[in-house]
């Protein structure tokens, strides 16, 4: 059945990093720098970016559950309120439970 809207490959490209990314660079348009998780580096990304950095989960375009931290200490609590989270691998819940 149609359904109005916006399409679930725009949406994709408006949430998938890399695909938004790629867009950008073909519409010669800038960007700040920005980087993705990748296990045990988030203190070596934030210095290489430079703070304050902006922390969110992936597929939120409206700012929920986004983190605005401005130093290693914000960082360091960050990451103990999120436990694993933040230096592991991405993960859906639905891969989590098995149920999507």
Known sequence: MPILGTSPDA???AED?????????RLKLRQPT???PQ???????AAAVGYPIVI??????????MEIVHDTT??????????????????LPCR?????
Not at 56 to 65: F, N
Request: hydrophobic letters at 35%; a positive charge.
């Open 11 to 13: 949406i994709d490209l």
């Open 56 to 65: 969110r989960p992936s597929y939120v375009l409206g700012g929920r559950a």
């Open 39 to 45: 296990p045990g580096k988030a203190h070596a990304i």
């Open 74 to 91: 914000q960082l360091d609590r960050l990451r103990a309120r999120l436990g694993a989270d933040l230096d592991g691998p991405p993960s």
């Open 34 to 36: 920005a980087a993705s």
């Open 17 to 25: 990093r890399d695909r938004f990314k790629q867009l950008l660079e």
């Open 96 to 100: 989590k439970s098995g149920r999507c």
